[in-house]
């Protein structure tokens, strides 16, 4: 081989374990910059060993949150436009066929949240999700009331709850 093509794949190599170190840096700072203030995170997510979880406390209600909706409207993403009317029953998302609300995205998992009703309002829980559900610009940990006109992001998909 000649010295200038050894010179030549050194250099590649050495751009190759660059690109590789700043691609890195990119993804850590990008996840270091996640929003630090999730909705149930910290004491909630700690387990003892040995001993079985509490079930979870059925969430606050405050007067203004006491406003239930009708329907549930997907206002971004794929299914844009859809409507889905809240009668009572549990309503199930993610990317598994039997699921309420077919969300066919890479990033939502095949039971990603339920949305079910509790004592007047509606609740939001995340089923164990590798992206996380979220609530404006929180991420759900525990079953969360969703207020009237709160945006709901599972993926690429933004839901709404509307009267």
Known sequence: MSELAL??????F???????VLVTVLVLRRDIRQPADSIGSGKAEKKS????????KPPKIS???KVR?????VIDGPLVGTVVALDGGQITLGRAPDSTIIIDDDYASSRHA????S?????????GSTNGTWIDRSRITTPTVLPVGAPLRIGRSTLQIQN
């Open 7 to 12: 010179t030549l794949v050194r250099l590649a």
């Open 49 to 56: 060993k040995g001993r079985q979880p509490k079930p979870p």
């Open 119 to 127: 004592e007047g309002s509606w609740v939001v829980e995340d089923l």
């Open 14 to 20: 050495l751009g190759l374990l660059w690109g590789f």
């Open 69 to 73: 909706g009708t329907r549930l409207v």
């Open 63 to 65: 007067r203004k949150q």
């Open 114 to 117: 339920r949305i079910y009703e």
